[in-house]
Each structure stands twice: as structure tokens, then as C-alpha cells.
């Protein structure tokens, strides 16, 4: 719920589902569901209070963004992975595929992250998963892969397909610097795999364990997105987002412009 500039970082993360043509969101949350519920619900008393204050602008996106999207909330009780998170959302998913947002991984593009990856998941009928280039010393803290390059849409460095993946690697034994970023398409089957495996690094169920399982029967992609993208979950990753967004913002990127000029740096 921590914001960025004047709004949730879980905001963020819904809207460029929404963008992506998602209307249907299963928030996995631990704690502090009440105040991202509250948050995404429709909420009569703002809406009157808005009205009678003829907050006219305010009450139509409060109620676009309520209208747009169908919430649901499953908890996970206790902190055991990512692969744990998603596992606990298999009975409201259904038999379809689904898409997964990790929300601190906030990403500024033209067409948004999600849809990029859903166009590649809607050719290949395949699993896909965002990846990015990140220096080598920084391997360790993410899922990397080792793909083959395929081409796609006349381009050829954007699209791979997987060959082995490993949740963070060490330094020297990092099959490359791809790094997964925290947009997944997915197959249900995904599901089965997650019931499959064992704890794996930190102890926990790791969602990069799971698709490494199904590799084994079916064929996933990993797309390098065209974006920006932010690590909210990092402190100095939160500060840039804000500062870039901010400045950004056609109320407010001008003054505070203004006001890093003057700061003695
Ligand atoms: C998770 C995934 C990891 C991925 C990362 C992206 O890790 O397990 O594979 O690279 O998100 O942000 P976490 O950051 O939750 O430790």
C-alpha cells in the first residue's frame, strides 16, 4: 500500500492488468488485506461524500476504477514462497490461463508489460515470462534462465525459448543475466508442478522451481520487454520511481523540477 507519489503501488500493478485487457484480479494478499480491500472497493460513503461535495472529477475515477474490475482476495497464512502464493489462488483460477503480477516490480511501457507478454502467450499458446538484462553482480537476486534466442516478428533478440532456469543463482553459476521480472502468462498445468516440487532456495515453494518442472513437458518463452522498470521493493529502487514519476506529472513535475535544480548536490 506504500505509495508512489499519490498512489498504491498495488495500484500500479492492477491498472496495467487493466490496461492489458485483465478484468478479473485475485489479490494474493498476508497481511494488511483490510486496507488494500478497502482500497479497491467501492466505497458508498466516499462516493456520496464526493458527490455532495461536487468533487465531480475524483467521483468519476473513483467509480471508473470500481467499475472496471472484479476483485477477489485469497490469503496466504504463512510466508512460504512465491510458488505458495500463486498455488493458493488455483481454485479461483479455474482451468484457464492466468497472469501473474508481482507488483513491487513496477514497469512504465508504451504498451504495457502484461499485454506484450499476453500477445506472445496468444501465438505460442504457451507459458511466458518477462525477463530483463541485469549487470552480473546483480544475478543473485533474481530467477535467471538459460534460453536459445528465437525470432518473432522480425525481431530476434527479444524473444527465447527456456532451456533450463535457476531461482537466484550464484554469481559463477548463473546460466546467463537474464533475469526474470515479475510478470508471468501461465498455463494451468502450472498448478500440478507447484504440488510437485520441494522447497527450494530460502526454504520456500519457488515458483521458478515449478516452471522448471514443466519444462520438462512443455515448451515456455521468456520475452524481454520493452519498458522501464522499477524495483519498488528496494529502497533506492522506491526513491527512483518516485522521483521519475514525479517529475513526470503534468501538476507537479514543473515545481519539483525547480526544486531539485535548487539543492546543493
Ligand atoms: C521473485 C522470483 C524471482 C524473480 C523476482 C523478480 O523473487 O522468485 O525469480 O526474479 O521475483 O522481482 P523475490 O523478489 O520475490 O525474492
Do not use: W
Given at each position: 500500500?506504500?505509495?508512489?507519489v499519490?498512489?498504491?503501488?498495488?495500484q500500479?500493478?492492477?491498472?496495467?492488468?487493466?490496461?492489458?485487457?485483465?478484468?478479473?484480479?485475485?489479490?494474493?494478499?498476508?497481511?494488511?488485506?483490510?486496507?488494500?480491500?478497502?482500497?479497491?472497493?467501492?466505497?458508498?460513503?466516499?462516493?456520496?461524500l464526493?458527490?455532495?461535495?461536487?468533487?465531480?472529477?475524483?467521483l468519476?475515477?473513483?467509480?471508473?476504477?470500481?467499475?472496471?474490475?472484479?476483485?477477489?482476495?485469497?490469503?496466504?497464512?504463512?510466508?512460504?514462497?512465491?510458488?505458495?502464493?500463486?498455488?493458493?489462488?488455483?481454485?479461483?483460477?479455474?482451468h484457464?490461463?492466468f497472469?501473474?503480477?508481482?507488483a513491487?516490480?513496477?514497469?512504465?511501457?508504451?504498451?504495457?508489460?502484461?499485454?506484450q507478454?499476453?500477445?506472445?502467450?496468444?501465438?505460442?499458446?504457451?507459458?511466458v515470462?518477462?525477463?530483463?538484462?541485469?549487470?552480473?553482480e546483480?544475478?543473485?537476486?533474481?530467477?535467471a534462465?538459460?534460453?536459445?534466442?528465437v525470432?518473432?516478428?522480425?525481431?530476434?533478440?527479444r524473444?527465447?525459448?527456456?532451456?533450463?532456469?535457476?531461482e537466484k543463482?550464484?554469481?559463477?553459476?548463473?546460466?546467463?543475466?537474464?533475469?526474470?521480472i515479475?510478470?508471468?502468462?501461465?498455463t494451468?498445468?502450472?498448478?500440478?508442478?507447484?504440488?510437485?516440487?520441494?522447497?527450494?532456495?530460502?526454504?520456500?515453494?519457488?515458483?521458478?522451481?515449478?516452471?522448471?518442472?514443466?519444462?520438462?513437458?512443455?515448451p515456455?518463452?521468456?520475452?524481454?520487454?520493452?519498458?522501464?522498470?522499477y524495483?519498488a521493493?528496494?529502497?533506492?529502487?522506491?526513491?527512483k520511481?518516485?522521483?521519475?514519476?514525479?517529475?513526470?506529472?503534468?501538476?507537479?513535475?514543473?515545481?519539483f523540477?525547480?526544486?531539485l535544480?535548487?539543492?546543493?548536490?
Open positions: 500500500m506504500l505509495p508512489i499519490d498512489k498504491p503501488i498495488i500500479y500493478g492492477v491498472e496495467e492488468a487493466l490496461h492489458s485487457g485483465i478484468q478479473n484480479i485475485i489479490i494474493v494478499t498476508g497481511r494488511g488485506k483490510s486496507a488494500i480491500e478497502d482500497h479497491f472497493d467501492v466505497s458508498f460513503e466516499l462516493e456520496y464526493l458527490e455532495s461535495r461536487n468533487k465531480k472529477e475524483l468519476a475515477i473513483v467509480r471508473n476504477i470500481s467499475d472496471m474490475i472484479d476483485v477477489s482476495y485469497v490469503r496466504q497464512k504463512e510466508a512460504l514462497g512465491l510458488g505458495h502464493a500463486v498455488l493458493r489462488a488455483m481454485e479461483l483460477v479455474g484457464e490461463p497472469a501473474v503480477v508481482l513491487d516490480d513496477v514497469i512504465e511501457a508504451e504498451t504495457p508489460a502484461l499485454r507478454l499476453l500477445d506472445i502467450h496468444s501465438f505460442f499458446g504457451a507459458p515470462l518477462a525477463v530483463m538484462e541485469v549487470p552480473a546483480n544475478i543473485s537476486s533474481y530467477g534462465i538459460d534460453a536459445e534466442p525470432s518473432h516478428n522480425g525481431c530476434h533478440d524473444l527465447f525459448r527456456i532451456r533450463n532456469l535457476v543463482p550464484k554469481q559463477s553459476e548463473a546460466p546467463s543475466n537474464l533475469a526474470i515479475g510478470r508471468y502468462v501461465l494451468p498445468e502450472i498448478f500440478d508442478s507447484l504440488q510437485a516440487i520441494d522447497p527450494g532456495s530460502g526454504g520456500e515453494i519457488q515458483l521458478t522451481d515449478a516452471l522448471k518442472h514443466l519444462l520438462r513437458s512443455r515456455i518463452y521468456a520475452y524481454r520487454f520493452e519498458g522501464t522498470r524495483d521493493g528496494d529502497k533506492l529502487g522506491f526513491l520511481a518516485t522521483v521519475e514519476f514525479a517529475l513526470r506529472r503534468r501538476d507537479l513535475g514543473g515545481p523540477l525547480e526544486y535544480k535548487g539543492l546543493k548536490l
